[in-house]
């Protein structure tokens, strides 16, 4: 198997699923890329993976990449759960304002960040200065922040239907 490959059986339940692909995630990342980006037009799905110590400059970069890729409106997982940053809260508050995009502009998708819960990061702060504008919110494993996200997914589709029809 190639090293960027990932092995799953797709037959199995998706949260056993979603463990293998957790457990092999660390081999999907060479050393110098500590941050990781899939998106995912056909689920309209953003997953970023970091791992160890993340620069003020790589999550710059990262931040640019989605902006330029244009999917605010896409849902986003985000495993911050094996790495670590010292973003200031003034630096964390100049991400969210490159994420918001346009004024006015509210077709922002959701957010689930995976997170290490003995640790306090650039995910709680992210969520606190971006309270209120999207759904956001963290969890301790990737099985619940997918089926947050797909619930979550689900209401947003029920609400622009009942919309449309009224």
Known sequence: MAR???????????????RQIARQAPSLHTAGMPLHMDISPLHRLVVIVARGHITAEEISD????????NVPA???IIDVSQAKSE???EQVQ???DLLRGAPGDT???PVAFVINPDRIGFA???ADVTQGERPIQLFRSLHDARTWLDRTRQATLRGER????A
């Open 107 to 109: 077709s922002r998708g």
């Open 62 to 69: 990262n931040t640019r990449r989605l902006v330029e890729a």
């Open 124 to 126: 709680n702060v992210f």
């Open 94 to 96: 100049k991400v969210a």
């Open 4 to 18: 960027d490959e990932t092995r799953v059986d797709s037959r199995q339940p998706k949260a056993v699923v979603d």
């Open 162 to 165: 009942s919309g449309k029809l």
């Open 87 to 89: 973003l200031t809260r």
């Open 74 to 76: 896409y849902a986003k």
